[in-house]
């Protein structure tokens, strides 16, 4: 989940006390000119574009500028960019893909007595699967053994599916674990191999009910759970995300990921005490150097649980995992607030 959100949540949450927010894609270096543009897209190895996939903007040192996720087509924009090389690195491991970068050099032209003119780049990235690494176990959610008397011909077309995507024939390997489903409904590997693709797809409604047919028949199955919460989460439908999350850490208790998802779904439904506990045990998992617990955290304290001291706590801490955020300054003028408040809050209170 990897970064998950923090971007919008921060405006709201800036906006709450200072009335400000700073544009997603504009690195600190570049805020006070406007000038050129890197423009991209992301595609899966079928060549559809993904959404939602963060894509962090670096300098030539590989220090961090911005961040951004992709937009539907899997399209990306970093603006208002100086002359300079950047790299601009694509993070698909929470959708079960490879990382990938590429380096650029930005070039602003003379036009003699009219100035400068501005660059446009374009960039395309066509992620590929993490090598032997389903959906789940890229963030550490382990998978279930389950034993099955399966027919001859839908284990044939099952195997023939893996093959299919270890040569990177997506639909066709989806078609044949289809093919395996209509001979064998309850086949569970095919139903869990099933629902990873189509999350991979982001097609999450698809995704959801076969994760739904394949922890019926396997209720143990940590890695469906997980994958069955992320799909309904992303589809906004937070009780019965929290409800499989719940049955997923229960059953894989090692992902911080997972906690991370857990709490931001306890959140959403206003059980804040618990989502606390969860996203405690998230900073653990991390050993709390995830700047997206700390985020979550911070949102938590602050907007929901009036806990200032302990939000202006994690967004230091968020600062300390991420030093090189371009809203650093924004952030900090955030905790001040925030200590203020807490200042306050304390004054208030009957000796």
């Known amino acids: 989940m990897k970064s998950l959100y923090y971007r919008v949540c921060f405006m709201v949450l800036f906006s709450l ?48 500028l911005a961040r951004t996720k992709t937009m539907s087509g899997g399209r990306f924009t970093f603006t208002n960019l100086t002359a300079g090389v950047y790299r601009v690195r694509v993070i698909g491991g929470r959708f079960g893909y490879s990382e990938q970068s590429q380096q650029v050099e930005i070039v602003n032209f003379s036009r003699g007595t009219a100035g400068l003119s501005n660059d446009t780049v374009y960039l395309d990235f066509y ?67 099933l629902g990873d693709e189509l999350l991979r797809k982001q097609d999450f409604k698809a995704a959801q009910e076969v994760l739904l047919k394949a922890v019926a028949v396997n209720p143990k199955a940590a890695d469906s759970l997980y994958m069955l919460g992320y799909a309904q989460y992303m589809q906004k439908q937070f009780e019965p995300a929290v409800d499989s999350l719940r049955q997923a850490v229960n059953r894989s ?21 618990e989502a606390e506990t969860e996203l405690r045990r998230a900073d653990e998992l991390s050993k709390k150097k995830s700047p997206d617990v700390h985020w979550q955290l911070a949102l938590l304290y602050g907007n929901n649980l009036k806990k200032y001291a302990a939000a202006a706590d994690e967004l230091e801490l968020f600062l300390k995992t991420q030093p090189d955020s371009r809203d650093a300054e924004s952030i900090k003028k955030l905790i001040q607030k925030f200590r203020e408040k807490a200042r306050e809050s304390s004054a208030t209170v009957p000796q």
């Open 17 to 64: 006390f200072i009335g400000g927010a700073v544009s997603a894609s504009t690195p600190k270096a570049a805020r006070s000119l406007a000038g050129s543009t890197i423009n991209g897209m992301v595609f899966d190895p079928e060549k559809r574009g993904l959404m939602d996939v963060d894509v962090e903007l670096q300098d030539e040192f590989s220090r961090y």
């Open 127 to 193: 992620l590929q699967p993490l090598k032997n690494t389903s959906f789940a176990e890229a963030v550490g959610i382990t998978g279930t053994i389950f034993a099955q008397e399966i027919p001859d011909n839908a284990r044939n077309l099952y195997n023939q599916a893996l093959a299919d995507f270890s040569q990177k024939r997506t639909d066709e390997g989806i078609n044949n674990l289809k093919k395996a489903l209509e001979i064998f409904p309850t086949y569970f590997y095919a139903l869990n191999r």
């Open 253 to 273: 208790q090692r992902s911080a990921a997972a906690f991370l998802l857990l709490g931001m779904g306890l959140r959403q439904i206003k059980k804040y005490g």
